[in-house]
């Protein structure tokens, strides 16, 4: 069996360090993006005490084909970068430190949102930015014994007209965590740019400050 690339690259720290952080944010960068790219988003939302982990997919691409397409068609990608984020995700809620949010941006955001729905893990928040789950139909979720979801708070947000991540996908995939029992938010914007824009930077700060641990006594 060949070794998984992605976990050849080791995940970049950036902010708070670990042991002193009120909040772990583990942010998923998409297709011919960096983790230097999602250091820019921890500082454009400027939170202190975040420790902000930024995972790197081997040669910038986590799958080679779209998100749409059939899952077998991003083997075996695609399995090596759910076991990279489950095995990256497990060692940090073992330290048993901060609360552990996840955020992903477009093929990060896809890459997360069919980790989530499949693995359906403890974590304390999940921000999906321009992504969906995988494959080129609508599937059924089904909630997995003694699994997380139901307390979780999931934070969507996408464009009405994004030239890679139709619209229909995004809902349907809110529809998917409304089925595991999530409290799901969708923001869509009349914004064609596939980026971040100003209001959901001000929105994730404000997500990621209700889920920032309160500071503990000497």
Excluded: K
């Excluded at 998409?30 to 790219?37: C, D, E, L």
């Excluded at 890679?164 to 995939?173: G, I, M, N, Q, S």
């Excluded at 980026?195 to 929105?203: A, E, K, L, V």
């Amino acid at each position: 069996m060949p070794p998984n690339m992605h976990l050849t690259h080791e995940p970049v720290h950036h902010g708070t360090p670990l042991e002193s952080a009120a909040l772990v944010v583990y942010a998923i960068h998409g297709r011919g993006q960096s983790p230097a790219f999602m250091a820019e988003v921890a500082d454009r939302v400027g939170l202190p005490g975040v420790a902000w982990i930024l995972p790197a997919a081997h040669e910038a691409s986590w799958y080679p084909q779209s998100f749409l397409a059939p899952p077998e068609d991003n083997q075996p990608a695609l399995n090596d970068a759910l076991a990279t984020v489950r095995e990256q995700l497990a060692s940090l809620l073992a330290q048993e430190g901060p609360p552990v949010v996840v955020l992903g941006f477009s093929q990060g955001a896809c890459l997360l949102s069919e980790y989530l729905l499949r693995d359906q893990p403890h974590l304390a928040g999940a921000v999906l930015h321009t992504g969906g789950y995988l494959g080129p139909t609508e599937r059924t979720w089904v909630a997995s014994p003694g699994r997380g979801l139901s307390d979780l708070v999931v934070e969507l947000f996408t464009a009405q007209d994004d030239a890679w991540v139709p619209l229909h996908r995004v809902e349907a995939t809110s529809t998917a965590f409304r089925s595991l029992g999530c409290t799901v938010e969708l923001t869509v914007y009349d914004d064609p740019d596939h980026h971040f824009n100003d209001d959901s930077i001000r929105m994730i700060r404000r997500y990621l400050r209700r889920r920032t641990a309160p500071p503990t006594e000497p």
